[in-house]
């Protein structure tokens, strides 16, 4: 005789089926599940949605005195740019200038003694020029009023004239002779002084003398870096 707490074989099939019986799901339950199912997704459908208008691009209306103000902000930013450009590059200008000068000063104050002195030795020059000069001179007689012919030989007429003066002169006693400019004057170099002083006194004779055009010597020592008429 079996017990109740033997395990017959009608007992353990009958365990079984309902184990089998009792993983089914509930209807019910199912029913729930799809319920939750289906708003699950509703939301996952409305978040997607939600993120895909996030990321388009917002549409923007500028009118035009957005325009306007635009333009003006950009013209002030490059006026502002161009200025301070042109500043940049002034001091440029102005610093390199400064140096310049700077260097010219130094330039004029390094070499000043010596220009001076190049200075002072050109009038120095000039002075012993003049000198050689107004040396030359003192051998030179001036003739004015001699007529002039075409070919002349003013050595020729110089001892013409001496001689109608009583003045004995010889062609070698004249070292040159040439006619100036207008009014056409001879100017002849005497090396010889006791011969060259006795011209201006024999001259004197051609005041009394109407018919000759020529008037008078005179000597040329006296002036300087000019011609004695």
Do not use: W
Not at 42 to 62: E, G, H, K, Y
Not at 114 to 141: A, G, T
Not at 149 to 170: A, H, P, R, S, Y
């Amino acid at each position: 005789m079996q017990g109740d707490g033997c395990n017959t074989p009608e007992s353990i099939n009958l365990k079984k089926r309902r184990r089998r019986n009792s993983s089914r799901p509930h209807p019910k339950n199912t029913q729930s599940a799809k319920k939750t199912n289906l708003i699950r997704s509703t939301d996952l459908d409305s978040c997607t949605d939600s993120m895909a208008a996030t990321n388009q691009q917002p549409i923007v209306s500028i009118s035009d005195s957005d325009i306007a103000k635009i333009g003006i902000a950009v013209k002030q930013i490059l006026t502002d740019d161009f200025k301070s450009l042109i500043e940049e590059k002034q001091k440029t200008i102005l610093f390199e200038l400064a140096q310049i000068k700077q260097k010219q000063t130094e330039l004029e104050f390094s070499y000043g003694e010596d220009v001076k002195n190049f200075k002072n030795q050109i009038d120095y020059l000039k002075i012993k020029c003049d000198e050689l000069e107004q040396h030359s001179r003192k051998q030179c007689v001036r003739l004015s009023g001699v007529p002039y012919t075409l070919g002349e030989n003013t050595d020729t007429k110089i001892i013409e004239i001496t001689n109608k003066l009583g003045v004995d002169m010889q062609p070698n006693d004249i070292t040159i002779s040439h006619r100036t400019a207008k009014p056409r004057q001879i100017i002849a170099r005497i090396p010889n002084q006791r011969l060259k002083k006795k011209l201006p006194k024999a001259s004197k004779q051609l005041k009394d003398r109407p018919d000759q055009t020529y008037k008078v010597f005179r000597t040329v020592a006296s002036l300087r870096s000019t011609t004695v008429s």
